[in-house]
């Protein structure tokens, strides 16, 4: 049973990386030239853009955290947060399911 998990898991993982590698138009930024509401786009950021743009958002925080009196010193805190949290945050959470190079 735990192999026959296994297997289905690491088939959906490969669908779904399979559905972004080939669904999503590389370095394009025309974003009229296809279309925004792809179910698998749309599946492929829930399961995996979301969660690594959290997880990301975390990691930025942590690190700015522990870099922040380093960043003070050198009089850069506002891009130093704006690289580590504010872009992963916005990227995570302010950006449309299923958008991932359009604006």
Known sequence: ???YSKRVL??????????VFFKTPGL????AAWDQNDPGL???????????????TVA??????VSAPFSALGGNSQEAWDSLVAS????????PLGHFDCE
């Open 88 to 95: 992963p945050a916005d990227y995570t959470f302010k950006r």
């Open 28 to 31: 394009a930024k025309d974003c």
């Open 10 to 19: 690491t088939s959906l993982l490969l669908t779904v990386l399979t559905v």
């Open 1 to 3: 049973m735990q192999n």
């Open 42 to 56: 749309m599946a492929a950021d829930i399961a995996l853009a979301r969660p690594a743009g959290a997880m990301a």
């Open 60 to 65: 930025g925080l942590a690190i700015f955290v």
